[in-house]
C-alpha cells in the first residue's frame, strides 16, 4: 500500500454573529462589522463641520490664534491647517487624509479621513468620514493696516533744506527700481519732503539703511509709548525715523571751508556740484579738481550752497579759448582732475544786457568741451549778487570770480519736453500738501539733467513712451541738444499693481 504525503491546509473556524447571527471570523467582539458599527461609533466627538478663516487681499488663511499662512488649494499646508483645526483626533489613529474635489467658488473644502479605533475588549474599528469646512471671508491684520492708511506703527521721514526737489526725484527712481517700497503702508509727499508709513519698525529700518548706501545723510530716531500692559510689561510704541540728506544738490555752487578744501587735494573753495549719488562729487571750474564728499565727511564740516540752480542767470558766450595744462594753476598736493571736461577761458555776457551795455565777464569755466561762441549758458554772477556766507567772507574778494559757469542752456524747455519720447514710473504718492507748480518745473528739470548726464542716468530704468506723437523738426530748430538713444530704453509692461498694493504704472510724465 503506498501513501501519499499531501500538505493539509490548516482551516479557521468560523462563529456565529451574537447580533445577527451570520458566520464571521472569531474577534473579541464577537459580532460583525456592520453590527459593531451600530452599536459603536469611534468618529463620535468628531466634528463634521468647521470653518476656515481667508483673507481675500493676500489669499492667506489664519492659523490660531493670530497666524496667518499662505497656503494653496489642496496643498498639504492647507491640509495640515484642516487638520489641526479638527478637534477630537488625539483620541483616534490617523491613517489617512486627502481633499475630495469641489467647486474653488463654492467656499467648501471637504477632507475625507480614515481613523482607527480599539473598541470592545481589543477589537480594532476602521472607520472613513468627511469632514466640511466652509470658508469665511475676514481681513487680516496687515491688510487692515493696509487699508487704513493711517494706522502706522514707523514712519521714515525724509527731508532736505533745498528749494527743489531733484534729489527726491532721483531716489523715487532708485526706489522703484530696486523695490523697497514693498512694505510700505502709505507715502505722503509734501514741501519738506517724504513720509514712508509702516507696519513694522523692522521695514522701516530697512528702507533707511537704503537710503544711507544711496545718498549722503544721517538720521535720527525718537519712539512715542502709546499703551503699557503692566501685568505682562509689553509697550506699544510708534517709532519716528528723520532721515536728513545735504543741503547739496546739482548744479549748486558752493564754497567749502577751507579745511575741507585743503583735506579734498588743495581745491579752491568756489566749487561746482556735479552730482550727488552715494556721495557729492564737486568740481572747481579754475583748475578742473574733483572731490567727493561722503556724509560724515560733511556733517564734520557743514556748508551751504551760495546758489542753487534757480538762481543761475543766462550768459551768451562771446569768445572761448582752450586753456593749456601749463597755463594751469598748479597747487602742491592736488588731487584727481576731471579727464572728461576741459578748461577753457571763457568771455560771456548777460543776455537781458545784449543790445543795452557793452559789458563783458572773463572767467574760466569747465564747459570748454561743448561751449561755442553764440552758445547760451547758465551761471552764477557773482559780481552783483549779495552772499551772505561765512565761508566766503573769508576768502580776498580779488580771488574771487566774476561769474561761475554752471551749465550749458538748451533753448527753450517746452520744445525739448515735446521730443521727449520716454517716460519714468512713479510712486503712489499722496501730495495734497505740494506746490503743483513748482513740482512741474522741478520734475522737468531733473529729467534735462538725465538727458544731459549719462552717468547720473544709469541707475535709472527709463521707458520708452509708445503714446508720445513724434514731433516734425524744423530747419531752424537746433540739434545740439542732448537726447537719450532707444538703446537705453526699455519696454514698458502696463503693470497696473504690484503685491503691496502700490501703482507702478503711473508714468511720472508732466
Not at 517709532?239 to 587735494?265: A, M, N, Q, R, W
Not at 593749456?324 to 584727481?336: F, L, M, P, Q, T
Amino acid at each position: 500500500m503506498e501513501y501519499m504525503d499531501q500538505q493539509q491546509q490548516p482551516t479557521q473556524g468560523q462563529i456565529l454573529c451574537c447580533q445577527c447571527g451570520i458566520p464571521i471570523a472569531p474577534n473579541p467582539a464577537n459580532m460583525c462589522v456592520a453590527c459593531l458599527r451600530t452599536q459603536v461609533d469611534i468618529t463620535e466627538g468628531i466634528p463634521k463641520q468647521g470653518t476656515l478663516y481667508f483673507c481675500k487681499a493676500c489669499e492667506r488663511y489664519l492659523q490660531p490664534p493670530a497666524i496667518w499662512v499662505s497656503c494653496a488649494l489642496e496643498s498639504r499646508e492647507l491640509l495640515a491647517l484642516c487638520l489641526k483645526k479638527i478637534k477630537g483626533l488625539a483620541k483616534v489613529r490617523l491613517v489617512d487624509a486627502g481633499f475630495i474635489w469641489t467647486e474653488p467658488h463654492s467656499k467648501r473644502i471637504k477632507v475625507k479621513l480614515t481613523i482607527q479605533k480599539e473598541v470592545m475588549g481589543g477589537a480594532i474599528l476602521e472607520q472613513v468620514f468627511v469632514v466640511e469646512f466652509t470658508v469665511q471671508n475676514q481681513m487680516c491684520t496687515d491688510c487692515h493696516r493696509v487699508e487704513a492708511k493711517d494706522f502706522w506703527k514707523a514712519v521714515v521721514q525724509l527731508r532736505q533744506k533745498t528749494s527743489h526737489k531733484k534729489t527726491f526725484y532721483y531716489l523715487e527712481q532708485l526706489i522703484l527700481k530696486h523695490n523697497v517700497h514693498s512694505n510700505t503702508l502709505n507715502i505722503k509727499q509734501h514741501d519738506e519732503g517724504l513720509d514712508f508709513f509702516y507696519s513694522c519698525v523692522d521695514h522701516a529700518r530697512k528702507m533707511v539703511d537704503f537710503l544711507r548706501t544711496v545718498v549722503p545723510c544721517r538720521y535720527k530716531t525718537s519712539q512715542q509709548l502709546l499703551s503699557h500692559d503692566v501685568h505682562s510689561n509689553t509697550f506699544n510704541y510708534k517709532h519716528t525715523f528723520s532721515v536728513e540728506i545735504v543741503p547739496v544738490c546739482k548744479d549748486d555752487v558752493v564754497c567749502l571751508p577751507k579745511k575741507l578744501g585743503h583735506s579734498l587735494g588743495n581745491m579752491g573753495q568756489i566749487c561746482v556740484c556735479t552730482r550727488v549719488t552715494t556721495t557729492a562729487q564737486v568740481m572747481d571750474p579754475n583748475t578742473l579738481q574733483v572731490g567727493e564728499i561722503s556724509g560724515p565727511a560733511f556733517w564734520r564740516s557743514p556748508f551751504q550752497t551760495i546758489c542753487d540752480s534757480k538762481q543761475l542767470t543766462e550768459y551768451i558766450v562771446l569768445q572761448i579759448e582752450r586753456l593749456e595744462d601749463k597755463d594751469r594753476r598748479h597747487v602742491k598736493g592736488e588731487g584727481a582732475r576731471s579727464q572728461k571736461h576741459l578748461l577753457s577761458d571763457v568771455w560771456v555776457m548777460r543776455a537781458q544786457d545784449m543790445g543795452v551795455t557793452d559789458s563783458q565777464y572773463h572767467c574760466r569755466t569747465h564747459l570748454g568741451h561743448i561751449l561755442k561762441a553764440g552758445d547760451s549758458v547758465l551761471g552764477f554772477d557773482m559780481a552783483s549778487t549779495n552772499v551772505n556766507d561765512t565761508n566766503l567772507e573769508k576768502i580776498n574778494p580779488d580771488n574771487l570770480p566774476d561769474v561761475v559757469l554752471v551749465k550749458k542752456h538748451y533753448g527753450d524747455r517746452v520744445r525739448r519736453h515735446r521730443k521727449r519720447n520716454w517716460k519714468l514710473k512713479g510712486l503712489n504718492k499722496d501730495d495734497a500738501r505740494m506746490d503743483t507748480d513748482s513740482a512741474d518745473g522741478d520734475y522737468i528739470g531733473f529729467l534735462e539733467d538725465l538727458e544731459e548726464d549719462t552717468e547720473y542716468r544709469r541707475n535709472i530704468n527709463i521707458y520708452r513712451d509708445k503714446n508720445k506723437v513724434p514731433v516734425e523738426q524744423s530747419d531752424t530748430e537746433e540739434e545740439d541738444a542732448p537726447k537719450i538713444s532707444l538703446q537705453e530704453m526699455l519696454d514698458d509692461l502696463h503693470l497696473t499693481d504690484d503685491e503691496t498694493g502700490l501703482d507702478e504704472q503711473g508714468a511720472a510724465a508732466i
